[in-house]
């Protein structure tokens, strides 16, 4: 037949212009067509983490289990609520999955339920990051994924995914403008414990991405996955205001249903002289969960926690509530054994921050900030009854002063710190900053009669400042020290060569030591209710902190100087700052003897045999200084 020639059921050609604007354009019919008719698609009927499990393949160059996604079971049921909630939290331990179920969420989104979604992380290196390493590889290497790929290049970015029928917008909280982007239908935000509070111009994070969802207020959906922070904070208060959900799992010989808790856990005690890396090696060899039921008390070893975790169900506390809210701790994760978060526990006893660690990232529970302020007869019931300029122990110590400048009048103080304890050797008042030759260069007996000298010299350096970057020029051993408020770090080192506001030059470098003030605080005050029993009184053989037995009301009342109050920012959000409600002149040097404590904790760990000399030069104290 000739060509261009109609027949009865031939359809007419189309005219070569037409198919040559179409081409030049770029128009494909027939995928328009399925574009338009998928974006009036209802969504798949196929579970969530069903469809997950078939779809999802995981980038080798991500984790150690390339291949076809398989979900462990405690992370199906949050995947399936959101079909069924509006929001979804995961107060989850660190290392338990929680990347796999945003993961989850945004393919099913992408594949299933198309709409504009919005991924939101607590700064912009984490943003970065996991769009990089893991939600860019995910989608190229899932056929299912990668087929909603536009082909052009503009169209896939590091922080924006143009898709065919969806975008997907990756931001981070402390970026406002980043957020404040078009509306969106999915929310989905890793670790809001970490996001920044508030900006300088906009509301907090947590409820600037909020806003972006009022488009969408009857269809929109919100995934939480995050490690708690505080006790009060955002994430705990919505866990226990939603269904609360625990993760119960059978005991592998009564088959009694229980939630695994810390006090389940039991690890040897310590045999005398034995060597920590002996000891190390038994905890992490020997500890096990002993079951819940007083009939039974079995032991429930990692193995046996591998295989009944496959028998656990989610159990909710408030089954009524709007929210689905689920808590798991680490030792439910299959490559979570007993020992490590035995052994992890064991060594952070003595440090704040890691002890913070470990509640946070292995219970999955929130770190309790201390009351507003210390209690003068608390404090004084830390009394030992050994006498001043002593070291009343015979555990290697090191020993630290900290000196407080005023116009009126110079305090000091001087602590004895081992690994885990602190005592008070002595506190006094002279008259110029020379004195401190005479009470910083004494040494103190030890209960075998050793003696100790002062290692280290802090001197707050906010009065008088020339006269005590002198006195630190002249004394290696001594560092000037700043208390300042919310440093991005806990301590900040930095380093001066001139006198202040001159250019005028030292007689060599000294360091000057910054430390976080209201962190400080509140460790002290922490450090204060260790040992507290039920009736207010302290258990000195549990304590960590002692003061000598001539300790005077003045003393213990300027430790109580500063008190914790709250007030509303500029921004109308209510803070807690501390404001110091009368002197605090031995407050003052108690925190940054707890500053010292902490740059010195490398040392303390190596004197108390915990850790190894490392090779190379030897840190001294004078180093600290320079």
């Given amino acids: 037949m000739p060509s261009g020639t109609l027949t009865k059921n031939s359809a007419p050609p ?122 860019k590889p995910m989608i190229k290497d899932s ?16 922080y924006e995914f143009i898709l065919d029928r969806c975008n997907v917008v990756m931001a ?25 509070g508030q900006t300088a111009t906009e509301a907090g994070s947590i409820n600037l991405s909020e806003v972006r969802l009022r488009a969408y207020e009857y269809v929109s959906k919100i995934l939480d996955v995050t490690t708690p922070s505080l006790k009060d904070s955002y994430e705990c208060n919505t866990f226990e205001s939603g269904t609360a959900e625990e993760y119960f799992v059978p005991c592998p010989h009564c088959k009694t249903m229980q939630v695994i808790t810390w006090k389940q ?10 060597k920590p890396s002996d000891y190390k090696t038994r905890v992490k060899r020997d500890t096990y969960a002993e079951c819940s039921n007083p009939a039974c008390k079995g032991k429930i070893t990692n193995n ?11 159990r909710a506390r408030n089954p009524g509530a709007d929210i689905a809210t689920f808590h798991l701790a680490a030792w439910y994760a299959p490559y979570v054994t007993f020992g490590k978060i035995a052994w992890d526990w064991l060594s952070a006893q003595g440090d704040l921050d890691k002890l913070r660690h470990v509640i946070n990232s292995h219970f999955a529970e929130g770190w309790e900030v201390p009351g507003e302020s210390a209690d003068e007869n608390h404090i004084l019931l830390h009394k030992a009854s050994y006498p001043p300029d002593t070291v009343p122990t015979t555990e290697p110590v090191i020993l630290v002063g900290t000196a407080d400048i005023h116009k009126e009048h110079q305090d000091y103080v001087i602590r004895a710190h081992s690994l885990r304890k602190s005592w008070l050797v002595n506190y006094g008042t002279y008259v110029s900053i020379d004195e401190l030759d005479e009470v910083f260069e004494a040494e103190y007996p030890d209960l075998d009669g050793n003696l100790h000298g002062v290692k280290l010299v802090m001197i707050d350096s906010k009065y008088s400042t020339p006269a ?53 605080r509140e460790q002290l005050l922490i450090y204060l209710s260790h040992g507290m ?10 304590a960590d902190w002692f003061i000598h037995r001539d300790v005077t009301a003045r ?37 940054y003897q707890l500053g010292a404590r902490h740059i010195l904790r490398p040392q303390l760990e190596i004197i108390s045999g915990v850790r190894q000399q490392p090779k190379g030069p030897k840190v001294t104290y004078q180093t600290l200084g320079r």
């Fill in 468 to 520: 005590v970057y002198e006195y630190c020029v002249e004394h290696p051993h001594a560092v000037p020290i700043r208390g300042e408020e919310n440093l991005r770090t806990v301590v900040k080192p930095s380093v001066t060569e001139n006198y202040p506001n001159s250019m005028r030059k030292l007689g060599r470098p000294i360091r000057l030591w910054n430390i976080d003030s209201r962190y400080f």
């Fill in 143 to 158: 056929p299912v994924l990668a087929r909603h790929l536009t082909g052009r290049k503009d169209d896939f970015q590091l």
């Fill in 14 to 135: 189309i005219p070569i212009r037409s198919r040559l604007y179409a081409r030049r354009k770029g128009y494909r019919h027939k995928r328009f067509r399925e574009t338009v008719a998928s974006g009036f698609a209802p969504p798949g009927n196929l579970p969530t983490p069903d469809w997950a499990e078939k779809s999802i393949e995981l980038s080798p160059r991500v984790g150690p289990k390339p291949g076809p996604l398989r979900l462990y079971p405690y992370q199906r049921r949050p995947l399936e609520c959101l079909k069924t909630y509006e929001q979804v939290l995961c107060l989850w331990a660190a290392q338990t999955g929680k990347t796999i179920i945003i993961q989850t969420f945004l393919g099913y989104v992408i594949d299933q339920d198309p709409g504009p979604v919005m991924v939101v992380y607590p700064d912009e290196k984490t943003c970065k990051k996991r769009s990089r390493k893991h939600i």
């Fill in 533 to 542: 029993n039920n009736d207010g009184t302290i258990d000195l053989g549990q």
């Fill in 304 to 314: 046996d926690m591998a295989r009944i975790i496959w028998d656990g169900e989610w």
């Fill in 172 to 196: 981070w909280s402390g970026s406002p403008a980043q957020m404040a982007s078009e509306p969106i239908r999915y929310l989905i935000r890793d670790e809001i414990g970490k996001f920044a």
């Fill in 265 to 274: 856990i039991k690890y040897p005690d310590i045999i005398p002289d034995e």
């Fill in 555 to 591: 003393y213990a009342k300027e430790l109580c100087g500063d008190k914790k109050i709250k007030r509303k920012n500029r921004m109308g959000y209510e803070e807690e700052v501390w404001k110091q409600v009368g002197p605090n002149h031995f407050g003052d040097l108690e925190i």
